[in-house]
């Protein structure tokens, strides 16, 4: 299986004013808010995932390996959902932190 963490940055009452949606096709959907991750498992393989929502959402292809973890940020831009692929070591290792330490809150616990 693949590893999905997504997170929604702390951004204080601009983010909570909305849930952010992400998803990846053909999997449950992960509504979070300020400060919220949440995790699901994948067979590897091809996935499309959506970038930005709205009446005319686009989605981008993804492909997930076995034993592999992927870290996607959301967040509320222009009044829509967007997600993007996180693929600097940097910030993979920050939302890491952020979720060991509980600075994110599991999106399921509120």
Same mark, same amino acid.
């Given at each position: 299986?693949? $590893?999905? !963490?997504? %997170?929604? =940055?702390?951004? @204080? /009452?601009?983010?909570?004013?909305?849930? *952010?949606? &992400? #998803?990846?096709?053909?999997?449950?959907?992960?509504?979070?808010?300020?400060?919220?991750?949440?995790?699901?498992?994948?067979?590897? $393989?091809? !996935?499309? %995932?959506? =970038?930005?929502? @709205? /009446?005319?959402?686009?989605?981008?292809? *993804?492909? &997930? #390996?076995?034993?592999?973890?992927?870290?996607?940020?959301?967040?509320?831009?222009?009044?829509?959902?967007?997600?993007?692929?996180?693929?600097?070591?940097?910030?993979?290792?920050?939302?890491?932190?952020?979720?060991?330490?509980?600075?994110?809150?599991?999106?399921?616990?509120?």
């Amino acid at each position: 299986m693949a $590893g999905i !963490y997504v %997170y929604q =940055l702390k951004t @204080g /009452i601009i983010g909570a004013a909305s849930d *952010v949606n &992400f #998803e990846i096709k053909g999997q449950p959907k992960i509504s979070l808010n300020t400060g919220e991750y949440g995790y699901l498992e994948v067979p590897p $393989g091809h !996935y499309e %995932y959506k =970038l930005h929502g @709205g /009446i005319f959402p686009i989605y981008l292809p *993804v492909e &997930f #390996e076995a034993n592999q973890n992927y870290f996607f940020a959301a967040a509320l831009r222009n009044l829509s959902d967007n997600s993007v692929l996180v693929i600097y070591q940097d910030r993979i290792d920050q939302a890491k932190e952020n979720i060991m330490t509980g600075r994110y809150e599991l999106y399921s616990d509120d």
